[in-house]
């Protein structure tokens, strides 16, 4: 079908709840969405609108689609769900089971526990984790097949027990030396350590060894006391944060211009038991989280008490439905932390999968979450300095990838000063380099991401009002200092102020902006000082006046150089005559 005869089949849909499902040529489902009205969201594909990158691919390759009717939301919901799990259609978003992140699956056979690593979740066995480490996974494998002495063989029956069982390292379930029962509670026992209950285990395993040594034992004390201290191995490895037993999973993202990362925390017991990690190369919206909670928790066999978000969403009440009431924006001060980890995991996450890992770039990447700015692949900072409102100056430097530039470094000496301020003086700087960049000047092409003054909010409304006239949206921030000309604050167009203290990584990084444009500005002030002051040596030759001192300068350079030039060189300078180069090097003699 066309898209107009897509659109049109879709304008002909009920305005009710339901199930929709994109079909390309081959008859392969490509999408399945829910909608609370299905002819609103499904011809708002179709009609000739502005559309995600992503979306836009998936419409060029829709031959033709089907809908479900529903009774409401909630049943959609599931259906969808349903629907993506059976069919794994190519453009709804997909989770990295079996790429790289291991599970801990418990089974049995023939009635005895069997633990092992695996990268898919195999039918009829109960999985944990993902884990984020193979190696971490491996260890605790072995300490449970160790502890609860299962076998390593093919767990094949057999009519009399194998080396293992004589050497102590098997229990004999395939040779039918332990009961059904045995299986059954260490089967159990298993689980419940995966689940991170282990103080509970721990305790009875300890009450359990006591009594053994008590009735003397000695073996079966033994045996409990080395599953005890694997069970203390295995706590290790899943670290306890918190001293409360929770039951919680933390969601947490990190925000890129073009793509994201979602992180999952998870917590059972207070323990940590699993994290998950995985980066979609597009924006972050509120729906990619919602569809993400979806098809991970279709598939969970490790449900959580709480789901912890980092705010509410629209579509919060829906899925509350469908999980119980489990989802929640967290109060208390661990849950506010644990959830703060989740996205600084994300973050790192990021930088990782970017290739972004170094120092600078991590400041950059602080600096970014602190400022709330996602874009600042390229900042100009712009600082003035001046002695008494004579030569002033304003200093600008080019930041890329917070590494600054200095071919593009900029120096400005500003030509109106009478009666106006450093807001003034900044302005202008700005406007100036505005103009530039209108006239096509290939040196102050392309505009920065951001624009960073260093003062406060005078300063940040006079650029602001610069690239209003002009026509150019950028955001601008101001860089404050303290009583002790120390970089204290990052101001914000509203006047809010975020203090350096709580974050190293950004004081560092500003504080080192900040000290270099200010080097740029002070070094070319100092320049223009030193000039005038040199300048005014040459006004007190007679018959040298401004004009000629300033000809004198600028064929020159320095007054060095005028002090060795010969008569010839002089009277190059306009209006030096050979009898006023005659008195310059009579002053230069006395002098």
């Excluded at 504080?511 to 002030?525: C, T």
């Amino acid at each position: 079908m066309t898209r107009a005869e897509l659109l049109k089949k879709a304008n002909e849909l009920p305005e009710s709840p339901g199930v929709y499902t994109m079909y390309d040529t081959s008859g392969e489902v490509i999408y399945v969405g829910k909608a609370i009205k299905l002819c609103n969201r499904v011809s708002s594909y179709f009609r000739n609108i502005p559309h995600e990158p992503k979306v836009e691919r998936m419409i060029e390759h829709v031959d033709r689609f089907s809908v479900i009717l529903c009774e409401n939301e909630l049943d959609a919901l599931i259906t969808e769900c349903s629907l993506i799990k059976r069919h794994n259609p190519f453009y709804n978003i997909k989770l990295k089971d079996g790429h790289g992140y291991p599970f801990i699956c418990v089974s049995t056979v023939n009635g005895c526990p069997r633990v092992k690593s695996e990268y898919t979740r195999p039918s009829g066995a109960r999985c944990f984790g993902p884990f984020a480490y193979l190696q971490n996974v491996s260890h605790i494998v072995g300490l449970l097949n160790r502890a609860y002495k299962l076998p390593s063989c093919n767990y094949k029956p057999r009519p009399k027990p194998c080396l293992e069982y004589d050497m102590g390292r098997c229990n004999g379930f395939c040779a039918g030396k332990a009961s059904q029962d045995e299986m059954k509670q260490a089967y159990d026992a298993i689980c419940a350590v995966l689940e991170g209950k282990t103080d509970a285990i721990e305790e009875d395993l300890t009450a359990a060894m006591e009594k053994a040594a008590a009735r003397l034992d000695f073996e079966e004390a033994a045996l409990l006391r080395d599953r005890r201290k694997a069970l203390g191995m295995i706590s290790k490895q899943q670290r306890p944060i918190l001293s409360q037993n929770r039951h919680a999973d933390y969601f947490g993202y990190k925000a890129g211009e073009d793509r994201c990362c979602i992180f999952l925390l998870r917590l059972r017991n207070g323990y940590v038991v699993g994290e998950r990690c995985d980066v979609f190369e597009e924006p972050f919206t509120a729906d990619l989280l919602r569809q993400y909670l979806e098809r991970f928790y279709t598939e969970d066999t490790l449900p959580p008490g709480k789901i912890y978000l980092p705010e509410e969403y629209e579509w919060t009440p829906l899925l509350n439905q469908w999980l119980k009431g489990k989802i929640t924006v967290p109060t208390y001060e661990q849950d506010l932390r644990l959830r703060a980890l989740a996205d600084k995991n994300a973050a790192e996450r990021m930088l990782q999968y970017e290739g972004k890992t170094a120092r600078i770039q991590r400041q950059l990447s602080a600096f970014s979450d602190f400022s709330g700015i996602r874009k600042v692949d390229r900042i100009e900072v712009y600082d003035i300095s001046q002695t008494a409102g004579s030569d002033v100056v304003c200093g600008s430097i080019f930041v890329q990838d917070g590494v600054p530039d200095r071919k593009r470094y900029k120096k400005y000496r500003i030509r109106q000063t009478l009666g106006r301020g450093d807001t003034d003086y900044m302005k202008e700087a700005v406007q100036r380099r505005i103009a530039r960049y209108k006239e096509g000047d290939e040196g102050f092409t392309p505009l920065p991401d951001l624009i960073l003054c260093d003062g406060g909010l005078a300063q940040i409304h006079a650029v602001e009002e610069v690239l209003r006239e002009e026509g150019i949206v950028l955001p601008v921030l101001g860089l404050k200092k303290d009583s002790r000309h120390r970089t204290k604050s990052l101001v914000f167009s509203d006047g809010t102020e975020k203090l350096f203290a709580t974050d190293p990584e950004v004081f560092s990084f500003c504080g080192r902006l900040q000290e270099e444009v200010h080097r740029v500005a002070i070094s070319y002030h100092k320049n223009l000082r030193q000039k005038a002051m040199q300048q005014s040596q040459l006004e007190s030759i007679p018959g040298i006046g401004k004009t000629k001192a300033k000809a004198l300068f600028l064929h020159f350079k320095s007054i060095d150089k005028i002090r060795k030039a010969s008569a010839e060189e002089l009277c190059a300078v306009k209006g030096i005559t050979p009898a006023l180069a005659e008195k310059i090097f009579q002053w230069f003699e006395e002098n």
